[in-house]
Every structure is written in C-alpha cells, then in structure tokens.
C-alpha cells in the first residue's frame, strides 16, 4: 500500500509540473504578441503609452517623441523610407515601404529619409 501512494504522489507531481509547464508556456506566448496598426498612405507607430498608443504619420513627414517612448512597432504603409532613431544607440532602423519593425524599443524620433537606408 505505501508503494502505491509513493507511485501515486509522483505521478500528480509530475501532472502537476506539466501543467504548469503548459500554463507558463501560453502565457509567455501571449506576452509577446505584438499588434500593429497600419494607415493608409501613412506610418503607424504602436506604443506602450496609455495616452497615445498609436501615433499615425502622413507620409513624408516626420514624428518626435518630447521624451524617449517604448515602440512595439513601426508599419510603413507609404512608398518611401523611414527611420526609426532608438534612444540607445547611434544605428537607425531602416524600415523600407510596406516593412513593419518590430520592437520594443525605446525611440526617439521615426523620419523620413530620401535613400535606401539610414545614415548612421
């Protein structure tokens, strides 16, 4: 009878454990489901800010953030190049027409620029 419950206790154990194994594993995918949003014409920037979450550019002009903001993504929707300027670090992200980056990271500034890829 002892053997029996012994066996018992280490199979809930083991259920136990890959259950919350499962459990973690959803949750962490869950986590890091970006969403972004796309305008026509126009670059979309998703943010994490409660204020402005989306910030939608029309196409040739340029976005500033007053303070360092956690972008989660950039969707460039216009048939020009932008570039995403991260607040720690010197190398801009290219983001060519119809490319979607993918953050997050802490930007400063999304521009426009007239080459192919972002100056440095």
């Known amino acids: 009878m002892s053997r029996r419950i012994t066996i018992r206790a280490v199979l809930v154990g083991a259920t136990m454990t890959a ?56 969707s460039n929707d216009t048939t020009l190049t932008y570039c995403v300027r991260p607040s720690d670090s010197e190398w801009q992200i290219t983001v060519l027409p119809g490319q979607t980056y993918e953050g997050p990271r802490s930007v400063d500034a999304v521009t426009v620029t007239e080459y192919k890829s972002c100056p440095v």
């Open 19 to 74: 259950m919350a194994a499962a459990g973690a594993g959803t949750a962490g995918a869950a986590e890091s489901t970006v969403f972004t949003c796309h305008a026509f014409n126009a670059v979309c920037i998703s943010s994490g800010d409660v204020l402005t979450p989306d910030v939608v550019v029309e196409a040739g002009q340029n976005y500033t953030f007053d303070t360092a903001t956690t972008v989660d993504s950039v």
